[in-house]
């Protein structure tokens, strides 16, 4: 028996309790257009690492907020932070309401609540505290937020409790009995600053040598406060506040910069107006609910970074740990070897203008740093991964037409990452004595089982990455000498496009893998399903052997010319989707814990597969990606709260699901084409920057009608499964007609 699944979810029919002209009414989802379709809970139980959170904020905006707990089934917060400053990467300044009188212990409370009670919309929060018969409301600005704490009438106390998350120094400070000004040390040296009002006057507290005490202002580590209003005060306790990272002054006025005449429903309003801007800019036809809500969930999730901290036209820059005057806004939070695939790609197409403004952040970053980051957070580029795939990034958005930034100077950082900075996982910084093996040997070495590291700059969890290293290394390099090629530097041009082909120095014609080499450039004989420690962090990265089988986006006929042809390379993809993990998922879980969503050995919850599905267009077998593509979206991208079937990364694998939902995708990101999959609407209209729209239209689409029969694009009869970047920016239509069977002779 067929059913649908995609109801572990309930509809949003959400009663606001915001005084706006709809005051105390129910408003049903159908009302808000395409912004019904988002629900932030979808994923928010992981597969078995990371949650996404169901987070209120403003498009690529500074302020973040989502309420502290484990993960959806947690049925108790712990807190509610006036801002997450990075991805994953910690929170500062914690509020809690109370109405019971305070004890040191109050702080370590957690609060249960209703599941059925939270309304999370990104514009608008509300949570009913069941202990404590409080609600708390929450609406984002883009350097402000404000919270409505909705105390029992005539309760006898009204709290509101201020912590911090962070160990450094941190300090609270009351005036007036209505205004609160604080700071917190974020990672180790960078001081963030609030400054609040509330909406009534009460008696301020600290806490002191675990004391409670009625001081009006605390310095030291985890400083903790409080306020207290009295009998007589308004049951609605409001707290408004902003949020800088250059100064208490610069806190101050991004308070008067959103807050001048400006209340709760004023703020939410305006969030709300944002978000259906962005939303609405894709407009769809058909589907099923449960499609529909997936898609738009996940172009929120699209919107979440990289954010713009420009504060009144200067900003904090963790790269050199100074205060810079612009008058652009400079992005930060980014993590490139998870957005590089899909997520800048689809802003190349979204905002173009936005895109040219976190690029030139990068080269900002760059002058200011002396290196090109890969993952740029507040503090400065975070040593995460391997790869530079901002090149690729770089490569990708200029033969897109992106403008707007020093592209020389850009190339100038990319080229110092390729021949100066180490290529080790996990390490920024000069290259050491492996990455010169690699120029010159092409390929970065492994140890042979059981020999003991020697290098002591490789990381000792991390490890060398031997395999991973060299074919992001390929794909880097092939980016260098394509952006050397339309800057007319043939020189580096053809440097770097030798280089662009190492990857074949680790291809092992017997096993039909890539295989890690020694030194002395020996094979290592290895099982590339299971060997390899935690992750395979010896020889591949968090990911085995079959997932690295792929990762030649660049140069995809090159790999289907060492597995031996079409034919040999479509059984290899076969293969992948329906090889065994000849153990038990426990085992190899314990080992692999980021190669979820598995089919064969195919991990649909990590980034390097999303584009293996769509390879079968480069062999002849286009019928085979419309089959996979449809089949991973409906198992692995559900609309509940199990949606994500890995670590979501920010937007790295919502914007797979966006393009491949639309059908269609981009497999090698520097090269302008996108390759045709099967979408799950029967129409969707992308209103372009430039005024034009894209349309593709899917006749007879649906979910058992998933084959493409023939396709046509601007009228004209298209037989191959591409078109290019320039077609969809021209305001070009993609029409298919779709059928139950598949058609095998279209598109080879």
Known sequence: MVISVFRLLKP????????????????????DGNLSYIDPRI????????????TMHLPNQMIR?????????????SSFPLNMVSHRLGEVFAIKPDNSPLTPGSWDQKMP????LEVTRPWYYST??????????????????MYRFSFPAK??????????YNNGEAKWSFTGGNEITGMETYHDDIKIYVYGQFNAKGTAGVINNNTLSKQISIDGKSAKSYITFTVGTPDVIEFRYAISYISPEQAKQNYKNEFTGVDFAALTHAAKNAWAKVVNQIGIEGGTEAQRRSFYTALYRSNERMVNINEDGHYYSGYDKKIHESTRPFYVDDWVWDTYLALHPLRTILNPAMESDMLNSYVDMYEQSGWMPTFPVLFGDNPCMNGFHSTVMFLDDYRKGIRGFDINKAYEGVLKNATQATMLPWKNGPKCELDDFYYTKGYFPALQKGEKETVSLVHSFEKRQAVAVTLGGSYDDWAVGQLAAELDKPNDQALFARRATNYKNLWNDDKKMFIPKDKDGNWIDIDPKFDGGLGGRDYYD????????WQVQHDISGLINLMGGNNSFQNKLDQTFREGLDRSKYEFWAKFPDATGLVGQYSMGNEPSFHIPYLYNYAGAPWKTQKRVRFLLDVWYKDNIFGIPGDEDGGGMSAFVVFSSMGF???TPGKPVYTIGSPVFSKVTINLSNGKQFKMVAHNCSVINKYIQSAKFNGQVLNKPWFTHEQLISGGELELEMGPKPNKNWGI
Not at 43 to 54: A, I, S, Y
Not at 155 to 164: G, I, Y
């Open 12 to 31: 949003v029919v959400f009663c606001t309790l915001i005084s706006i002209t709809v005051a105390n009414k129910c408003v049903a989802q159908s009302t």
């Open 43 to 54: 994923g928010n139980v992981g597969q078995l690492l990371e949650p996404t959170r169901p």
């Open 65 to 77: 907020m989502y309420p502290k707990r484990a993960d959806y089934i947690d049925d108790q917060i």
């Open 113 to 116: 609540y209703d599941h059925d």
């Open 128 to 145: 009913y505290l069941i202990d404590k018969d409080i609600t708390v409301e929450f609406t984002p600005g883009k350097k402000v937020g």
């Open 155 to 164: 309760s006898v106390a009204k709290s509101l409790l201020f912590n911090v």
């Open 542 to 549: 968090e990911n085995n052997g079959w997932t690295y089988l």
């Open 665 to 667: 995708y981009p497999v």
